[in-house]
């Protein structure tokens, strides 16, 4: 993998992430309006984008990553995210959700078998936890693994599962315990696409990030060996996925940040291009307080983010922090994203402008990774704990 090599060797961060900025604006922005009508990200890009290791930048040396620390995978997600989420979403659930949960909680041999191949990008994983019925409250889940021989039987469904079509892996919160244990009895599994009584539904059309591939997943006496559970233990499933959750929410803040430096830059071009009254319509006062107000919101959601980033590596995952940077930028985001239509007039409201894709693809954010009112709720529940606010 060229970038791995070139980084083994001692690549600087500046270095690399001045090749990743490139790619975004040669690679990534000039193709992100085809992805409307392609519907997936093709596969020479993400050809491209494995060459380029944005698979491995999560993940430490000896597994095949680039070892970069969170600070560093957050400035890098500021970077990419300046083109179409989408792009994104086609590698973020591999190199978050499911390698984090895998090098964390994985046994030896399940780190040597998956690890290395999702650093590549040679495999690609899908993390499974939302069920029809189990969204916001996921410890109600009812995907069953019971026991059966050496191994397990897996019946059930999950919705809404980003890259569930092109998955070779499925990372799986399923029930071994009874109804009654709640969330000490869900446990994590490792399936593989191949597996009997595994199938995939059609991609769903979604509101934005056109090119993201989400789907429902069926279990149908699905059986998986003994190895195929993860760190070879049951319970603790929805603490493993938070390890993984807490990552890609990380990682979700700087995207938010990033969308909106685009935002800003798209609001910008037009303003100063655009007359109106003989005048540039960046004149105009009014336009110059919906820039002023999304650029104070950026600075301060990219200051927490990255506040927050250098917490995570300090260590321990600082929870509450990530979820007050979570739901910050990804509100911002939406309300620059607002602005920007309201700049552009009429030419905001055309699918054919980057910015009325923008303001659909962010939508999303304050959505999945838990929505804004779970976070609100958590942060409230912390600070009451308190008896007061949390800072410093
Ligand atoms: C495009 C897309 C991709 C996704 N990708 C994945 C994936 O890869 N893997 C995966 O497992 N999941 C994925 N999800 C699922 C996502 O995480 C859930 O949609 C999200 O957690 C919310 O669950 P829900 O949709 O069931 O909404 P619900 O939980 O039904 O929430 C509906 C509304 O009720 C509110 N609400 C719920 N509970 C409370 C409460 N206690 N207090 C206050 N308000 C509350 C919510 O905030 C929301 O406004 C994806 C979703 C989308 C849309």
Redesign the pocket.
Known sequence: MAVATGTEAGEAFADYLARVRAFTQEVLRPHEAALETELCVPEAIVAEMRELGLFAITLPRDWGGLGWTMEEQVLLTMEFTQASAAYR?RFS?TIG?CAQVVLDYGTEAQKQRYLPEMASGRITA?????EEE?????GSLKTRAARAGNGYRIDGS???????PDADLFVV?ARTGAPQDGHAGISVFLVERETPGVSVGAP?A?MG?AG?R?AEIQFDDCRVPGDALLGGQEGNGLKIALRGINHARTHVAATAVGQAIRLIEEMVAYAKGREQFGQPIAEFQAVQTMIGESQAELSAARALTLDVARRFDAGPVPFTEIACAKLFATEMVCRVADRAVQVLGGMGYMTKHAVSRLYRDVR?LR????????H??NIARRVLAEGGPIHG
């Open positions: 979403a659930t959700l899908a993390f499974a936890l939302t189990a969204g916001s409250d996921a999950k919705r809404y599962i980003t890259n569930a919160m769903e979604l990030q993201s989400v999303l959505i999945y990774e838990g929505t804004s009112q779970i609100q709720l």
